[in-house]
């Protein structure tokens, strides 16, 4: 069975691209930090799935996860959906959180895709799929941070991209806009609305709308690399 990996999936975007690929016929790996209660709860609903509890953050527990995709099988397809953010106007920010959310967002997604692609090319075969961001193009008020790294996320797409073609292994990022998960729930009504006033189709984004996405570049994008594909309602078009 096709084997694919999706980091941070024990909730939200994380769990929809986990349901999205098990659909598609993959067997998923389910990565987690913490909330293992979620991740369990998913687990039991997507045949032959298993979970991998690991910190993403050192370079100890990205190895961890490696160790355990080789004894699995043969990886076809690499989601980098764990993520952070440390929101705050620029001159509150705090010297700690940019070395945290670097780390989190920027160095594990470079050290765990260059340690998967070796797999892949070994096979001529693979699919990395980096979430990143609408602030990575945009930019956001109080999110310097968060903004900075997912725009790096999608610079380290296109440069990696140029790198594996020759072993057809593709690489894309999908850039969601403002979804609709627990972490946009607990908005004020007023910053929501403020929010949807900004998306053309009037409504946040749903999980799946993303999942989708990656669906399709995990099985259908052949022709697909380097680029960014923008999930947003149509607040920001890309280019």
Not at 132 to 151: C, D, E, F, H, P
Request: glycine content about 10%; aromatic content about 6%; some cysteine.
């Amino acid at each position: 069975m096709k084997l694919a990996l999706v980091t941070g999936g024990s909730g939200g975007i994380g769990a929809a691209c986990c349901q999205a690929l098990a659909d598609a016929g993959f067997r998923v790996a389910i990565h987690y930090r913490s909330g293992k209660e979620n991740a369990e709860k998913l687990q039991q609903t997507l045949p032959d799935s298993f979970l991998i509890q690991a910190d993403l953050s050192t370079e100890q527990g990205i190895d961890q996860v490696v160790d355990l995709i080789k004894e699995a099988g043969d990886i076809e397809v690499l989601v980098n959906n764990a993520g952070m953010t440390a929101d705050g106007p620029l001159l509150r920010a705090k010297y700690e959180n940019f070395d945290q959310i670097v780390t989190v967002n920027m160095k594990s997604t470079w050290y765990l895709t260059r340690k998967i692609a070796r797999l892949m090319i070994k096979k001529k075969h693979g699919r990395v799929i980096n979430i990143s961001s609408v602030v990575g193009s945009t930019g956001n008020y109080g999110q310097t941070l968060y903004g900075m790294t997912k725009a790096a996320i999608n610079n380290f797409t296109r440069s990696a991209a140029i790198e594996l073609a020759d072993y057809n292994v593709l690489i894309n990022s999908i850039a969601p806009g403002f979804i609709d998960t627990k972490m946009t729930s607990d908005l004020p009504q007023e910053a929501r609305e403020a929010i949807l006033s900004q998306i053309p189709l009037k409504r946040m984004g749903k999980p799946e709308d993303v999942a989708k996405m990656v669906r399709f570049l995990a099985t259908e994008g052949d022709y697909c690399t380097g680029s960014v594909f923008h999930v947003n309602g149509g607040m920001y078009g890309g280019g």
